[in-house]
């Protein structure tokens, strides 16, 4: 910025510095010393004294406030998602990477799609990043855009949709919001060629300290399935590579990853016994990568209103496998994009 933008030096002072190729405030705080400043300054112009304080209040008026790293830590361990159906089976659980999976049309876009907004109306200065890997995820065809609350309308803003049709697309954005607190996880890249997926880099300069608070992965079935194989090991391993990424993501950044996860059928090993289960996709293994698994069903049939088009279901979802906490069970009505206790 340039110094007479600023107006902290007289017009006298801020020609003569011009003169002495001094013009913006970077020139000033860090082209030359004070002393050297000043000895190039008309004598009475300006004491040295005055010179130091105006140097001092361009400085503070070209940075940022400094934040503690330490403020920044415990600032919010918790960070609950506002919808009491997350919170009862996660309590408000920051730093972890949660699976979200179940039969088809049990609303599991809908139920991240409400805990990020809710969460984002509750809090003003927090962020989310909702990766759409279909093409088909649209802000604007859910309900809640319908609604004239400007609430609603200033949190959709700090919503980031993203397109990733792969991998890397995924980690090129996420490597590039800011981490929490000062450190952040080595790419995938790094991690695959150090050996340590759990190493960390310093952040660099043109990264704040605060960012998203949630990540949503609708869904990772198409980045991970056209991978796998049963003659060969490298999805595999990619897969566990990218989860693990995931995972340190989270924890080094104390945000909440939502993995949205197809299903498919296992198969009865016995004759005669009853008709095929339904289970997440991608194999077996990808059960133990996540911090905890939300399995979505319908809890009875479908209700119908008067009105023909609202549909109202009733959903059971359950915490089937966690690191942290024993299962839960939680049961809501949804209903036309809205989830209901």
């Known amino acids: 910025m340039r110094l007479a933008a600023l107006s902290l030096f007289p017009e006298d002072v801020i020609s003569s510095l011009e003169t002495c190729g001094i013009r913006t405030d970077t020139d000033l705080l860090f082209l030359k010393k004070p002393h050297e400043i000043y000895g190039l300054l008309p004598f009475g112009l300006i004491s040295f004294e005055q010179l130091l304080d105006c140097i001092a209040a361009v400085a503070e008026k070209a940075s940022t406030p400094g934040i503690s790293a330490a403020h920044l830590l415990f600032e919010q361990i918790d960070r609950p998602t506002v919808v009491p159906v997350i ?7 920051s730093g972890s990477m949660i699976e979200v999976s179940g039969e088809h049309a049990t609303g599991k876009t809908t139920l991240a799609f409400n ?6 109306i509750e809090h003003e200065d927090s962020s989310a990043i ?13 309900p809640q855009v ?7 309308i200033a949190a959709l803003e700090r919503l980031r949709v993203c397109l990733a049709f792969d991998i890397h697309g995924i980690q090129v954005v996420l490597d590039a919001i800011p981490c ?32 998203p608070s949630f990540v949503v992965i609708d869904t990772v079935t198409p980045l991970l399935g056209p991978n796998l194989s049963s003659v060969s090991s490298q999805g595999h391993s990619l897969m566990v590579n990218f989860m693990r990424y995931l995972r340190e993501i989270a924890i080094h950044r104390r945000l909440v990853i939502l993995v949205l996860n197809d299903t498919t059928f296992l198969t009865p090993r016995k004759h005669g016994a009853s008709e095929a289960v339904k289970k997440p996709c991608l194999g077996p293994s990808f059960a133990y990568m996540s911090d905890s698994l939300i399995w979505l069903s319908r809890s009875s049939c479908s209700q119908h209103s008067s009105n023909e088009s609202a549909q109202q279901t009733m959903i059971t979802a359950e915490i089937t496998r966690s690191r942290t906490m024993s299962r839960k069970r939680v049961t809501f009505q949804l209903q036309n994009g809205y989830i209901y206790e």
């Open 87 to 93: 919170d009862k089976l996660l309590g408000g659980e």
């Open 115 to 120: 805990a990020v907004l809710k969460h984002l």
């Open 130 to 142: 909702w990766f759409d890997t279909s093409g088909r995820f649209s802000v604007f065809s859910t």
């Open 146 to 152: 319908l609604s004239s609350d400007q609430a609603v």
């Open 180 to 211: 929490s607190p000062l450190v952040r996880p080595l790419g995938l890249d790094e991690a695959a060629n150090s050996g340590n997926l759990s190493q960390t880099r310093p952040t660099s300069d043109n990264l704040t300290a605060t960012g």
